[in-house]
């Protein structure tokens, strides 16, 4: 456990508690790097049968944190691609856990927190919540979770919402797939536990490598070489002219200076 991480556990459920709630739950190097410790403990926990992924406050996660981009913004591409190949370590760590995975959805998720709903093999959310592939408002993509996204809500969905950075509701969640239920929020906590019912059910073994059969089904090409690829991409983004002023007109509470006018 870390300030910013709760790990609890109840017999066979170990639930990681992102603990930032006063940031919206937003992450930067140190919760990434606490996030992917857990998760790395709870695999090579044989006592272990479900992961659930959840959040303290009102929001899931808004992505990245503010000081974490600041920081980033004035970093060199190098340091930009080193950061964001331990951002694509930790979602793939989510992707791949060798147990299942229910992402409890209590509020807002936005940018890298669209990524971690879509590397959970269960998504449960509430009716109210807010998504948005946001990180075009900034002149970057979601470069580093796109695999993932993508994998869930399909190709022709990730080309509109990629470029118009929408926020979309929950109820369109579940249409194009993040989302696998909504429910009301003083119903989370139960929709959670039946799915965890369900999944301590089924074979340990089966349930664990079911994501893995689903992928090498699936699936295809290097992923080393794709993580490399979209490590890459979003600091190469980062670094652009395009990504500096859109970093910067975010900080600075302002319009781009592409952004259309009212």
């Given at each position: 456990m870390t300030d910013t991480l709760q790990v609890c556990r109840d017999g066979p459920v170990a639930t990681l508690r992102l603990n930032r709630p006063g940031l919206h739950n937003a992450f930067d190097a140190g919760l990434i790097s606490a996030l992917t410790t857990a998760l790395d403990e709870a695999a090579g926990d044989a006592a272990v049968r479900v992961v659930v992924l959840a959040a303290m406050g009102a929001s899931f996660s808004a992505g990245a944190?503010?000081?974490?981009?600041?920081?980033?913004?004035?970093?060199?591409?190098s340091e930009n691609r080193e950061d964001a190949l331990a951002l694509a370590r930790f979602m793939r760590t989510l992707d791949e856990l060798p147990?299942?995975?229910?992402?409890?959805?209590?509020?807002?998720?936005?940018?890298g927190g669209v990524g971690l709903v879509a590397c959970c093999d269960i998504a449960i959310g509430v009716t109210d919540a807010k998504f948005g592939l946001t990180e075009s408002r900034l002149g970057l993509l979601p470069a580093v979770i796109s695999p993932y996204v993508i994998a869930s809500i399909g190709a022709r969905h990730a080309r509109r919402y990629f470029a118009?950075?929408?926020?979309?509701?929950?109820?369109?969640?579940?249409r194009i797939g993040l989302l696998h239920e909504v429910v009301a929020a003083d119903a989370l906590d139960d929709a959670v536990e039946r799915q965890v019912a369900l999944l301590c059910k089924a074979g340990p073994l089966a349930a664990a490598q079911a994501k893995a059969l689903v992928r090498a089904i699936s699936g295809?090409?290097?992923?080393?070489?794709?993580?490399?690829?979209?490590?890459?991409?979003?600091?190469?983004?980062r670094v652009s002219p395009e990504g500096q002023e859109?970093?910067?007109?975010?900080?600075?509470?302002?319009p781009p200076a592409w952004a259309a006018k009212d």
């Open positions: 944190d503010l000081n974490w981009m600041r920081s980033m913004a004035s970093a060199s591409e147990k299942p995975t229910i992402a409890r959805v209590q509020g807002a998720a936005f940018g118009s950075a929408e926020v979309f509701d929950a109820a369109q969640a579940r295809g090409g290097d992923r080393d070489a794709l993580d490399a690829a979209t490590a890459a991409l979003i600091a190469k983004l859109g970093l910067n007109a975010f900080l600075d509470k302002r």
